[in-house]
T-cell receptor, first 117, second 114 residues
């Protein structure tokens, strides 16, 4: 079954304790992205990756890191989490369309709800 | 840069009534348009998309949307809703040329009651 898998689904942590949210897709997609969803703000892109070893900042990258060492995995790293990073996080992937740009049909994981105390 | 405005944060309707969820976009260049749906405690999934051709596009679960270039709108409609359509709906846009991130609206919560 084609899917994007995120772990953990739920996490409560404390300020400053490093954490990693993993994301893995089994569709051989080149493009992967992280979003955060907050009430009243919709989805905002954190980072994206066009392919292995190619990553770039989205709209709200502060406080986050990513890496893309393998095509299927795109972990999101919070080096020193703070309460304003309490949010629902989504990983998404898609194949590259024509002209090497993502076609827009994103496949989403089920989300990771993070609470930072 | 492009932007998306979803005019209603919440739309309550009764079962079997028609519904329209409004979406307006802003962009200086041509765009692709999308509607995604998020059921409770799930990720988003694609409902329908407009890439080119007919301005009326049909999606899953009986939804359709019409692209109106002059009004820069892409409203989502369904003639008769079900309880199971209760979900949050997101309009999204990206430009046609070059790399463009997918920009989402803030979402419209559709609440269907019996």
């Amino acid at each position: 079954e084609a899917q994007v898998t995120q772990n953990p689904r739920y996490l409560i942590t404390v300020t400053g304790k490093k954490l990693t949210v993993t994301c893995s897709q089994n569709m051989n997609h080149e493009y992967m992205s992280w979003y955060r969803q907050d009430p009243g703000l919709g989805l905002r892109q954190i980072y994206y990756s066009m392919n292995v070893e190619v990553t770039d900042k989205g709209d709200v990258p502060e406080g986050y890191k990513v890496s893309r060492k393998e095509k299927r995995n795109f972990p999101l790293i919070l080096e020193s989490p703070s309460p304003n990073q309490t949010s629902l996080y989504f990983c998404a992937s898609s194949s590259l369309g024509g002209d090497f740009t993502p076609p827009g049909e994103l496949f989403f994981g089920e989300g990771s709800r993070l609470t930072v105390l | 840069a492009q932007s998306v405005t979803q005019l209603d944060s919440q739309v309550p309707v009764f079962e079997e009534a028609p519904v329209e969820l409004r979406c307006n976009y802003s962009s200086s260049v041509s765009v692709y348009l999308f509607w995604y749906v998020q059921y409770p405690n799930q990720g988003l999934q694609l409902l329908l998309k407009y890439l080119s051709g007919s301005t009326l596009v049909k999606g899953i679960n009986g939804f359709e949307a019409e692209f109106n270039k002059s009004q820069t709108s892409f409203h989502l409609r369904k003639p008769s809703v079900h309880i199971s359509d209760t979900a949050e709906y997101f309009c999204a846009v990206r430009t046609r040329s070059g790399y463009s991130t997918l920009t989402f609206g803030k979402g419209t919560m559709l609440l269907v009651s019996p």
